[in-house]
């Protein structure tokens, strides 16, 4: 009998063992395959809505957040890439002058990097931002090197460009089911000549329609500030 018991228990333990062994390879691998998010928060990049960030964490994803102002390049191991809404044209010249960083984004896009960028982060993408300022008597044009990810240029408008609340659809399924849609809003007074033409965005209130946002496999990019939870698709894609 007292053989039994001892040969139950081993049994027992060896279960156990096998059990936490099992546990601890799940564990493992779960962090490994964990994708890492890097997402610009500094003075330039500081709209997020935190919803946003929260089911980006609830659907398994890790935040690691940089300063495209005082960073010198992207996190390590970073799968995915963020660039919030904000005001890079008044860090134009900060922004300009990191050229690292400004290397690491647009190698990092060019190569593939999953990447949302919205308004201020869409922006920092282009190849220039002219900022129009008063100086002296005169009004002068100023020129500052963004990413260059993107073939294009932001420009000053001097008024509302686009303002209020949206609904957008892509005409081809990328991050959006076929025939979903994402709220969003836009708020913003410079304009790009390549706003993108992938997306058909509705005003709500009024029905009118336009074109907007540059959406392909990998990337979404655009004016538009996205709210996820309005379709937590987007933020599982």
Request: glycine share 8%; net charge negative.
């Amino acid at each position: 009998a007292e053989v039994t018991i001892i040969n139950k228990s081993s049994s027992k333990e060896t279960k156990q063992n096998k059990k936490q062994e099992t546990t601890e390879k799940i564990t493992s691998t779960e962090l490994i395959t964990k994708p890492l998010i890097a997402v610009a928060r500094d003075e330039a990049f500081c709209f997020y809505y935190e919803d946003n960030l929260l089911l980006l964490k609830e659907y398994g994803a890790d935040i690691a957040y940089f300063s495209p102002l005082h960073d010198k390049e992207l996190p390590e191991g970073s799968s995915g890439l963020l660039l919030g809404g904000g005001y890079p044209e008044l860090y134009a010249k900060e922004l300009s002058e990191n050229i690292s960083m400004r290397n690491s984004i647009k190698t990092a896009f060019k190569n593939g990097l999953p990447t949302v960028a919205e308004c201020g982060g869409f922006m920092y993408l282009h190849t220039y931002i002219h900022n129009i300022c008063e100086e002296n008597a005169g009004v002068q044009d100023h020129v500052f090197n963004m990413a260059g990810a993107l073939d294009g240029e932001c420009y000053f408008k001097g008024k509302l460009v686009r303002f209020g609340y949206i609904e957008l659809e892509e005409k081809h399924s990328n991050f959006l089911l076929p025939g979903e849609k994402i709220r969003a809003h836009e708020f913003h007074y410079y304009d790009s000549n390549n706003n993108g033409q992938d997306c058909i965005a509705v005003k709500p209130a009024t029905g009118r329609k336009y074109d907007c946002v540059i959406s392909k496999d990998n990337y979404w990019i655009g004016f538009p500030h996205l709210y996820y939870p309005s379709n937590p698709h987007f933020a599982e894609n």
